[in-house]
């Protein structure tokens, strides 16, 4: 069992900056893929970013390429989205996420451990 915490999250105009961070604990948190997704109201959960376990190959959603970073620290069991760039429509509750097993990195339902969101709002 993985526990994930997110944290971060907050109100930025269009043009800033917000990190997000995700803290894991329970079972070794260097075992499991990561992710980050998110979901705007009205609207399906949505593929941000992720990374494998050793944090040496990323995958990133189009719409964030470039904008985006996520990286992860295994000797602290942390995960962390950097997002730079924002835009109105990134506003949505961002969630990290975790998995037993590799590959299909943008599909949420192959993850198995999810926390609880953060709220991300971008102002125009």
């Known amino acids: 069992q993985v526990h994930l915490v997110e944290s971060g999250g907050g109100l930025v105009q269009a043009g800033g900056s917000l990190r997000l961070s995700c803290a894991a604990s329970g079972r070794t948190f260097s075992y499991f893929p990561m992710g980050w997704f998110r979901q705007a109201p009205g609207k399906e959960r949505e593929f941000v970013a992720a990374l494998n376990r050793g944090g040496e190959a990323t995958y990133y959603a189009d719409s964030v390429k470039g904008r985006f970073t996520i990286s992860r620290d295994n000797v602290k069991n942390t995960g962390s989205l950097q997002m730079n760039s924002l835009k109105p429509e990134d506003t949505a509750v961002y969630y990290c996420?975790?998995?037993?097993?590799?590959?299909?990195?943008?599909?949420?339902?192959?993850?198995?451990?999810w926390g609880q969101g953060t709220q991300v709002t971008v102002s125009s």
């Open positions: 996420a975790a998995k037993t097993d590799s590959g299909s990195y943008d599909i949420w339902y192959r993850y198995n451990y």
